[in-house]
């Protein structure tokens, strides 16, 4: 049985809508990245990098969330779509996701709440650049339902994960100026998916506090010789 290790995550969340979309048994481990779990020798040899999602089936280790999403989605043939004009686009959106979003959102998120000092130009740069990369996929999702056209795919699941968590960076009502992604939202919220991740979710406590030990294990470059 496939393996999960998981943390309540952007990331880890959208391989856990692929997971329950396609129905497939696997076993969760929570990695609780607030306590240092993730600098284990035992998950630092699933995943080097020490960041969670990881997936471990038989004996094929994948980590990084879209290298789980684009693994689980060939090896199912399912949700990546089969004509090369709507996997181009497929590809092209999940990688939008993977080197825009995601990152930008990750630097805004830090700079907002986990940063020790203040720093507007931080703040600034990366809350413009997660509106502009929202302003971009709203212009998509004006155009048709799902990123790769009329066929859902790993890239709708990679946008959620970061979509579902915009109220951390821009506070309530985060996604009004971006109509077309509120409706892609309330488009994702109906599946079925969707919502046992979230049950998964909340199956699992992790540590919330901010503390020394929690700076120390999710900044370690940050820690004074």
Do not use: C
């Not at 607030?34 to 080097?48: D, L, M, T, V, Y």
């Not at 203040?118 to 799902?146: C, F, T």
């Amino acid at each position: 049985m496939m393996k999960f290790y998981f943390h309540a995550t952007p990331n880890s969340m959208k391989v856990a809508i692929l997971l329950h979309e396609l129905q497939v048994p696997f076993d969760v481990t929570a990695i609780d990245i607030f306590k240092g779990e993730q600098h284990s020798a035992e998950f630092r040899a699933i995943n080097p990098n020490a960041k969670v999602p990881a997936l471990v089936d038989g004996d094929v280790t994948v980590f990084d969330s879209h290298a789980i999403l684009l693994y689980l989605g060939e090896k199912h043939g399912r949700f990546i779509p089969a004509t090369a004009v709507k996997k181009a686009a497929m590809l092209s959106w999940l990688q939008l996701a993977a080197t825009g979003l995601s990152p930008f959102s990750g630097q805004a998120v830090h700079f907002l709440h986990y940063a020790p000092e203040d720093l507007p130009y931080a703040k600034n740069r990366y809350l413009k650049e997660v509106g502009r990369h929202y302003h971009v996929i709203d212009d998509r999702l004006a155009q048709s339902q799902w990123l790769a056209g009329d066929e859902y795919s790993i890239a709708d699941m990679a946008l959620w994960g970061w979509a579902a968590s915009a109220a951390y960076i821009f506070g309530d009502n985060a996604l009004q100026p971006y109509p077309h992604v509120e409706r892609f939202m309330r488009d994702m919220a109906e599946r079925r998916a969707v919502q046992q991740a979230l049950a998964m979710k909340q199956q699992h406590a992790f540590k919330a506090e901010l503390d020394d030990e929690t700076r120390k294990a999710l900044f370690p470059q940050n820690v004074a010789a």
